[in-house]
């Protein structure tokens, strides 16, 4: 991985092509289950027996964190949550904090973003209020607190910068020049402003540039920071795309019942990673 | 009139809402949201900001809006749960009793920045009401000197309502719903608070109340929180 090139988009085949170029020991910042989660190539990491990766959740992980977890690709998480939402726990990555398997470092959502934007301004810290008095101050390495310089007697906490090694995400459409829409998902934006590197599974492509289009631009992440994109039809299933496909909620159930067992979570993967490449 | 849990706990955080103009509820909160839903009835300027809402959600800009809505002073009343709750009103949302819990979210944040904190809690045990937090994933109070907006205005559970009293940093038994009793709260909270001698019984919903949550209300409901919602109001 290269450090920061302003990025000649490349297009790959499909998202094992993608899970290819994100190395073993990577730090993945990810969205949460109703941001463009690119489940596809999540799939393709587990097939491709990915190792040692280090989850950021941005700010809090879902489904694609559980299944990582649960199939021994993952050392450590960064998040401020792990959850299936309605469907209750997040079973596989419950199981392995329970067991003291998985390395966690609990943080809170806005805290994560704040360090993200910091490395987007190319600051090394940046302040938030709150959080004080949390034991999340006390066993977070990375957190400081001190006095505000413009004030007597005023602790504020800072975030370190924080530089994923790898964006990864779903957009609705690609372009011809390696732009990727993703709507109103902000956060998508600060997570490949943030990293090294930036891949993106697409539902469809759309012919031309979509930075020229006024009303399109907007929802838009520029190739400048995106390293490759890749197509992946319905890719965010089980999650949704909004606009396109909702979050498939009995699937997510389906999965909640099965992976509450390691025996159980092998089924779901030979049944849904391993056999079918796309749903 | 018959109403249904849910119903009680709902019209509830409705009045402990009170008059405030922006409501935003998080994850998972199917009867603060009914709560406030039910208040918009009556007041529609109330803005509600549905984190979880699937389709039209009222943020542009990601997940982090809220928490600079918040930030500056835009969010006047939010919700926070925990696993464990103590009496001095700090939450845990991490781990209890080796048992990990999702995370604390963006708890340790909104817990200062809204103006005002609803703790919701429906299990009402000694289990969750404990004396001391295994971990403190948000505070209930913070020293002078600390900048701190809001804090806890109250904690509502499936037996009672308690008010926080920020002065004493203890809470007071303000309310004990239908079937449950002073005696029983006692019982089964595991931190001390105070009490006054006779402990009156929380307001049953009105005839309009329950007319209202069980159709406007109910359909907004419906869509964002469908389990819930076929539970409570259409028996399944």
Not at chain 2, 148 to 157: D, E, F, H, I, M
Not at chain 2, 175 to 197: L, M, Q
């Amino acid at each position: 991985m290269s450090a920061l090139p302003s990025n000649e988009t490349r297009f790959l085949a499909d998202a094992d092509a993608l899970a290819r170029e994100i190395p073993d020991g990577a730090c993945i910042g990810l969205p949460p289950d109703n941001s463009l989660v690119a489940m596809a190539v999540v799939r393709a990491l587990v097939r491709r027996g990915a190792k040692d990766l280090k989850l950021l959740g941005v700010p809090v992980l879902g489904l694609c964190a559980d299944i990582l977890i649960g199939a021994g690709c993952v050392r450590e998480v960064e998040t401020s949550a792990v959850t299936l939402g309605e469907a209750g726990l997040a079973p596989r990555f419950t199981a392995a904090a329970e067991a003291g398997t998985l390395k966690i470092v609990d943080a809170t959502c806005p805290m994560i973003h704040t360090g993200l934007q910091a490395t987007e301004k190319g600051v090394p810290f940046m302040p938030l209020r709150g959080v004080l008095g949390s034991d999340l101050v006390k066993h977070h390495p990375d957190w400081k607190t001190i006095d505000n310089p413009y004030a007597k007697g005023d602790p504020i906490l800072l975030a370190k910068a924080i530089v994923p090694d790898v964006a990864l995400f779903h957009a609705r459409w690609a372009d011809d020049c390696g732009n990727v829409w993703v709507g109103r998902r902000g956060e998508l934006a600060t997570i490949a402003h943030a990293s090294k590197a930036c891949y993106v599974s697409y539902e469809e492509m759309k012919p031309g540039d979509m930075i020229e289009d006024e009303l399109l631009a907007p929802g838009c992440i520029g190739s400048v920071y995106i390293t490759a994109v890749a197509p992946a039809p319905r890719g965010a299933w089980p999650l949704g795309v909004p606009g396109a496909y909702g979050i498939d909620d009995a699937h997510l159930a389906h999965y909640a019942r099965l992976a509450k067992t390691a025996e159980g979570f092998r089924k779901y993967l030979d049944e849904f990673v391993f056999k079918t490449v796309a749903a | 009139m018959n109403f249904a849990k849910e119903e009680l706990l709902a019209v509830t955080i409705a009045r402990l809402i009170g008059d405030a103009r922006h409501v935003a509820v998080g994850a998972a909160s199917p009867i603060p949201a009914t709560g406030a839903f039910l208040l918009k009835q009556k007041n529609p300027a109330l803005r509600i900001s549905l984190l979880q809402k699937r389709t039209g959600n009222p943020f542009t800009e990601g997940s982090r809006e809220l928490f600079d809505l918040a930030g500056q002073g835009r969010v006047d009343v939010f919700f926070l749960g925990g696993a464990q709750i103590d009496g001095e009103a700090n939450i845990n949302l991490v781990q209890a009793e080796g048992k990990r819990f999702p995370g604390s979210f963006g708890s340790a944040y909104m817990y200062f920045a809204a103006k005002k904190t609803i703790l919701f809690r429906e299990e009402h045990s000694a289990r969750v009401l404990v004396p001391k937090v295994e971990f403190i994933s948000a505070p209930g109070w913070s020293p002078p000197g600390v900048e701190r907006r809001g804090g806890p205005a109250a904690l509502l559970t499936g037996k009672a309502l308690f008010l926080w009293q920020k002065d004493r940093r203890r809470f007071l038994l303000q309310s004990v719903h239908p079937g449950s009793s002073a005696e029983d709260v006692r019982a089964n909270t595991g931190f001390d608070y105070d009490a006054p001698a006779v402990v009156p019984q929380t307001n049953a919903p009105s005839v309009e109340e329950l007319r209202l949550l069980r159709s406007p209300v109910a359909q907004v409901i419906l869509e964002n929180y469908p389990g819930f919602g076929k539970r409570v109001w259409e028996g399944k």
